[in-house]
Structure formats: structure tokens, C-alpha cells
């Protein structure tokens, strides 16, 4: 009954006009940072850890900010899941060469980073271009609330799931036999396994090298995609050049110049970033606990 309930008001939600969403969002977001104090504490931990030059105001004000954009994001997912086609078009900004994975006969990797338009920057690539593309995504525990996360995902028809608890064989097929292009999140803890302790900001963070691995065994083009939400309301998702020279011979190596230019996009728009995640939660064998 709760995720029903929440979902329709996602529902109802959507049908606001922009500002009203957004400040909703905006209030929602207060609320949070008011009440969940265990995700508060963990994005002002990360933000000690991750950018240290600041002082205890400035991060204090930081989070805060966070929490405005992580209420709206959850409000304005409505929008993505439920809004006409036509609306969601006029309100996502798309900047850079959308078109670049339909020009090339490789497979194609957009590597994306967790910034609050994440939801915005699946719904541009199914929008914008006609190459149809796979994500992996976590199986959510509630069922109805997984069916309207799937649902919302592939809602435009551009989009193919695989679950986290899967094997990476069947993608690995779709990307190969379909031609399907990978919309890749690169940058959470998900533990140890095929991961590596690389730095981020300077932090030892558990790091899957499956993206350099699967981009040279498929011979794929790497095109970073970065999504991010708008004062003025709506989205802006700009879709870079392909990273240069990347994959290499060096997976290690790949994931540590991966992680530097997540670092370099997070420090252009902090605010925006998954600053609630256990980005350290993992930790090399006899190093404490950073939470």
C-alpha cells in the first residue's frame, strides 16, 4: 500500500506546472535533511572526505543544497515516469553529439555518473537517438515499486534491464547481438568482487573495473553522458567526446583516469552529486570503517 500510494503521488505530482514541482521538491528535500539523519551523516562524511579545502559552514550549506536537489529529483521523477513524450522533450536540454553511437558500427559504452539527473539522462538517450541501448539496475525489494521503476525505464521502448544479481552474459549478448548500447553507472561500492580499491578525491573507494574490461573485450566507443537538473527548471544532459586512448592494455589505470574525471565533474557541480551513497562503505583489509 505505501508504494502505491507514494507512486500516485508521483502521479498526481507530474501534473503540476514546473514551479509548483519545484517547490514541492525543494520542501521535500528540507523535510529529509530534517528527518533522515543517517543519510545526512553520510553525505557530510563524504563531503569531509571528498573535499576537505572546504570548512564546516561550507559543508554544512553543501548538504543542504544536496538535499534540495535530491528532493526534487524524486519529485520530478514523476515527470520521467508519467509525463506525456512531448513534455519531457521540451524540458530536457540536450547539449554535444547525441547522435554519436548511431554513426559508429562499434558498440557503445555511455559511462554516467550518479548526479541527480541521472533518471533525465537514460530518458535523453532513448529519446534522442535510435540506437537502443541496456543498463543494469538494482532489483528493488518491494515488487510494485520495482515494476514502476522498469516500467518508467523502458516506458519509451529504447530500453533493456538486467538486474545487478544477474551474470554480466546475457548484456554481454545483447551487446553484441543486438547492438545495444550500455548506459553504465560507474561510480558506487558494490564491494570487493571484480573491484579494485582505486582512488576517488583521493579516498582508496572499491571500484569496478568491469568498464575498462568490457570496453576493450567488445572494442567499444566510450562516450560520457552527464545529466544535470536546472535552476529553471527541467534538465540539461550534455553528451561528451569519447575519452581518449580509453580503454588500454591497463585496467587499473583506466579506472583511476575514470575516477579522476568523475572527480573532475563532481567538483563542477557538487551539489548535484550522489553525495547519500556509502561511496567508502568498503574498506582495504584492517583500515576502520569510515562511517
Not at 529529509?32 to 579545502?53: F, S
Not at 559508429?104 to 533518471?119: G, I, K, Q, R, Y
Not at 585496467?251 to 551539489?271: G, K
Request: hydrophobic fraction near 45%; aromatic fraction near 10%.
Amino acid at each position: 500500500m505505501g508504494a502505491r500510494f507514494a507512486l500516485g503521488l508521483l502521479w498526481l505530482a507530474q501534473r503540476l506546472p514546473m514551479r509548483a514541482q519545484m517547490a514541492l521538491g525543494t520542501a521535500l528535500g528540507a523535510l529529509l535533511h530534517a528527518l533522515a539523519a543517517d543519510r545526512r551523516g553520510i553525505a557530510t562524511r563524504n563531503i569531509e572526505l571528498c573535499l576537505p579545502e572546504l570548512d564546516a559552514a561550507q559543508r554544512r550549506q553543501l548538504v543542504r543544497d544536496h538535499f534540495r536537489w535530491l528532493g526534487r529529483s524524486i519529485v520530478e521523477r514523476g515527470l520521467l515516469w508519467y509525463a506525456p513524450r512531448e513534455r519531457i522533450e521540451r524540458l530536457i536540454e540536450v547539449e554535444g553529439d547525441v547522435q554519436l553511437a548511431e554513426r559508429t558500427d562499434a558498440p557503445v559504452m555511455w559511462l554516467v555518473p550518479h548526479f541527480m539527473a541521472l533518471e533525465a539522462a537514460a530518458a535523453a538517450v532513448q529519446l534522442f537517438q535510435n540506437r537502443r541501448g541496456a543498463t543494469i539496475y538494482q532489483a528493488q525489494s518491494n515488487a510494485v515499486f520495482d515494476a514502476a521503476v522498469r516500467k518508467g525505464r523502458q516506458r519509451f521502448g529504447g530500453s533493456e534491464l538486467f538486474t545487478r544479481q544477474d551474470s554480466a552474459k546475457p548484456l554481454i549478448r545483447a551487446i553484441r547481438h543486438q547492438g545495444l548500447g550500455f548506459f553504465n553507472l560507474p561510480d558506487m561500492d558494490f564491494g570487493i568482487k571484480d573491484a579494485a580499491f582505486v582512488p576517488f578525491f583521493g579516498v582508496p573507494a572499491a571500484t569496478l573495473l568491469a568498464p575498462s574490461r568490457m570496453a576493450r573485450m567488445l572494442g567499444m566507443t566510450v562516450q560520457p553522458v552527464i545529466g544535470e537538473m536546472l535552476d529553471s527548471g527541467g534538465w540539461r544532459v550534455r553528451f561528451l567526446p569519447p575519452l581518449p586512448n580509453w580503454p588500454t592494455e591497463d585496467p587499473l589505470a583506466d579506472t583511476l583516469r575514470m575516477n579522476q574525471w568523475i572527480e573532475s565533474q563532481v567538483r563542477r557541480n557538487p551539489a548535484q552529486y550522489l553525495w547519500v551513497h556509502k561511496r567508502f562503505k568498503t574498506r582495504p583489509e584492517g583500515e576502520a570503517p569510515l562511517y
